[in-house]
């Protein structure tokens, strides 16, 4: 069998930080889901079910976790493009997909989220 490429994902990644363009929203913890798209070659791994031939992604979601909880951004987009950033800085073989989706936003009408989604690293 011949895989030419796949992707690895990981849905729904929560945490809770300071992120907001308000110094009233920065004050408190807010929650924030992360979806993550890696598009990587693994034929080495299906070939040889070894963690050290993919990207382990625990280490994903700890980088991401990490960004999310140890820093403050005020807009959802310069926090998206630092995990973006940062994934690819670790793992510079990949190409990568992020959506961070700031849960119940304090806007009119209550809208359930607000999102943003990125790409960046190795294009096919």
């Keep these: ?14 945490f809770q930080g300071r992120h907001g363009a308000t110094a009233d929203e920065r004050r408190s913890l807010r929650r924030f889901e992360v979806d993550v798209d890696l598009r990587v ?8 079910d070894r963690l050290a031939d993919t990207i382990n992604y625990d280490q994903v979601c700890s980088l991401v976790d990490e960004i999310g909880t ?10 998206a493009g630092t995990i973006v950033a940062a994934i690819v800085e670790r793992w510079p073989h990949v190409g990568v997909e992020v959506e961070v989706r700031k849960l119940n936003p304090p806007c009119p009408g209550n809208p359930a989220c607000t999102a943003v989604r990125m790409r960046g690293g190795r294009t096919e």
């Design 70 to 79: 140890g820093r403050t951004f005020h807009l959802i987009e310069a926090l």
């Design 41 to 48: 070659d693994l034929a080495r791994a299906v070939a040889s």
């Design 1 to 14: 069998m011949t895989i030419s490429s796949a992707t690895i994902s990981i849905r729904s990644l929560e």
